[in-house]
């Protein structure tokens, strides 16, 4: 659906100054049809270059949604927003046609922001799984996520960091990439990151950030309403996992369990192609212990 309205909802401050080259937004939610079992997307609006192609029924009833930027990336000072509702019961899978591509920032305009503001409602499911953001060199970036979880809602929610155009040679030559994200499970914030990397002064490999990795990667995997003993099985169960994975100055991982109702994963690695692997496998193995459903990888559309 190609959007005829303007979406407007509260933004988070970007702290950012310098005038702004594209503002626009978009609104997807998602409704269970109980008699069908299937989730449709009940409404749709967004602004260019933002579009969203249709959704497609996964075998399970899930929706299937992919995000795509008309104009190939994102230009500095442009000021984009992202709003999903997953109402009740509701599974949506949502995902991207290719990688976040952050262009070199001119001088004269605000920092690119992207603000995601994600609800998943009593019962209902989003699995976020997008391709890896790739800032280019001299990107300046800055994104605001925030997330809130009602009763029995789950979320499988990964973001992935490039170093840059690594085919070009191109590695950690960006400005700044900053993200902030916060994660609420019935109004209680369970999980708070705050990720600021500014390669040309602050030195990406030392032990503090990525030390020899190339590539990062962040997991949320949460299911409102599990107790405590539930999650420990699950974190010592997808930490055995991981251990298996995990290969010394390849590939690094590491699984922690929040205040409540989820778990974080980390996951390092030397070379991209081994990143959504990775968490593609960790997916499967979280959805099938904390659902006892497989997990379907989404097709891709170009």
């Known amino acids: 659906m190609t959007a ?5 909802f509260g933004e988070i ?18 409704a269970r049809d109980a008699a069908r079992n299937i989730t449709f997307l009940a409404r749709s609006s967004y602004e260019a270059p933002l579009k969203a192609v249709r959704a497609f029924a996964l075998e399970d009833g899930t929706a299937l949604v992919h995000l795509h930027n008309v104009s190939g990336g994102l230009l500095g000072g442009d000021h984009l927003t992202l709003k999903i509702d997953v109402r009740r019961e509701a599974f949506a899978q949502i995902t991207t046609t290719g990688a976040t591509r952050v262009y070199r ?5 605000s920092p690119t922001t992207q603000c995601n503001h994600f609800a998943v409602g009593e019962g209902a499911l989003l699995e976020y799984l997008p391709d890896a953001t790739i800032p280019f060199a001299g990107a300046n970036y800055m994104q605001r996520t925030s997330i809130e979880l009602a009763k029995g809602a789950g979320l499988f ?10 085919a070009s040679g191109e590695l950690f030559e960006y400005h700044q990439f900053e993200m902030r994200t916060c994660v609420r499970s019935l109004g209680r914030k369970i999980a708070e990151e705050n990720i600021c990397l500014r390669p040309a002064s602050r030195e990406i490999s030392s032990l503090a950030r990525l030390g020899p990795y190339r590539y990062a990667a962040t997991f949320y995997i949460c299911r409102v309403g599990l107790d405590a003993s539930a999650w420990r099985k699950a974190e010592d169960h997808l930490r055995r996992f991981t251990t298996e994975l995990t290969r010394p100055g390849e590939i690094l991982w590491g699984v922690s369990s929040l205040v409540s109702d989820g778990l974080v994963a980390k996951f390092l690695a030397r070379r991209g192609h081994e990143v959504l692997p990775g968490l593609q496998a960790l997916w499967r193995e979280a959805k099938l212990f904390l659902y006892g459903r497989a997990a379907i990888p989404p097709r891709k559309v170009n």
């Open 4 to 8: 005829t309205a303007k979406v407007t």
């Open 105 to 109: 920032h001119r001088g004269e305009f």
């Open 157 to 166: 929610w990964w973001e992935i960091l490039a170093p840059g155009r690594e």
């Open 13 to 30: 401050a970007s702290d950012s100054s310098g005038p702004s080259r594209v503002r626009a937004a978009m609104q997807l939610d998602f």
